[in-house]
């Protein structure tokens, strides 16, 4: 069974291990530079502004994925590699659905699997930019829950 919990500072250096683990094995468009670039950002800047969601298997102090949120707005969802497809990312997103009231976020085009799985989570497209946060050339779409 997984458990979720309440994310803290403790956590961090884990959280970077599993958005590593998925990174690689989900974004093929981002070069190596980018992935160490990215690192020090999530956690000095990124981690602490947002809200951290941790899934762990009933008695197992492992962190096999988290979500951030800020406001409604899920801002990241990773799921270590090892563990994808079995039911974790759903089970973290329906919480910041249920708990937080998250109705909101954005999706790398270029990773056709996550934009799949919130397709079929009740996410509709909404919009597009050709760059990304950082104004690098990954394109993101926008993507808001139907009905909200």
């Known amino acids: 069974m997984i458990t979720i ?24 468009f981002l070069q190596e530079q980018d992935i160490q670039a990215l690192r020090p950002l999530l956690l000095h800047t990124y981690f602490p502004g947002l809200t951290i969601t941790i899934a762990r298997h009933s008695g197992d102090d492992a ?3 988290f979500i951030g949120v800020s406001e409604k ?10 563990h994808r497809g079995k039911g974790i990312g759903k089970s973290l997103l329906r919480y910041a659905i249920d708990a937080q009231g998250a109705d909101e976020l954005d ?10 799985f919130y397709k079929q989570n ?6 597009r930019s050709d ?18």
């Open 63 to 65: 962190i096999l994925g």
């Open 107 to 116: 999706v790398n085009e270029q990773n056709p699997q996550a934009v799949t």
């Open 73 to 82: 707005r899920i801002e990241m969802l990773f799921v270590d590699a090892e």
């Open 5 to 28: 919990e309440q994310g803290t500072q403790i956590h961090y250096p884990v959280l970077l291990d599993v958005w590593e683990s998925s990174v690689r094995a989900t974004h093929n």
């Open 131 to 148: 760059v990304d946060g950082q104004g690098r050339p990954y394109p993101l779409l926008q993507m808001k829950l139907l009905g909200t």
């Open 122 to 127: 009740g996410f509709v497209t909404v919009g």
